[in-house]
């Protein structure tokens, strides 16, 4: 694949991830009924943030297996998987017993808390490599 057709194809994956990531915040907002799951719209809206802040920048330096699967792995995570949730409106998970509100809350948040860590180790990585590249 030449340079020119690589970088099309990573300016046309940009805006299909923004896009899903667009849709996937107003659907999960005005789709979330159950208790304790009212900070969900976070998930997207984070993801959004970071890739346009770092994983957009790392893509359009040098596309590594890593970063890709990596991408596209959170990107299932914390935009598709909450797509489904609220389209299924099924909240219980497999537990016999339900979790409490306050229990999915605290995912919620451990979720945005772990996809911004892991965004700065990349973010750090890539000023490290491109450091010792330039």
Known sequence: ???????????????????????????????????????????????????????????????????????VMQGLRFVIMPIFLVSVQYYGGRSPVAPLPSSIETAIWLMVYELIILTLVIFFLDQKYQKKDG
Do not use: D
Not at 2 to 22: A, D, I, P
Not at 27 to 40: D, H, M, N, S
């Open 1 to 71: 694949m030449r340079l020119g057709n690589q970088t099309k194809l990573v300016s046309l994956y940009h805006w299909f991830t923004y896009l899903c990531c667009f849709i996937s915040f107003f659907t999960v907002i005005f789709r979330t009924k159950a208790q304790g799951y009212e900070f969900l719209a976070l998930l997207p809206l984070a993801y959004t943030i970071c890739y346009w802040v770092v994983f957009s920048k790392s893509l359009n330096i040098e596309l590594r297996v890593f970063n890709v699967i990596f991408i």
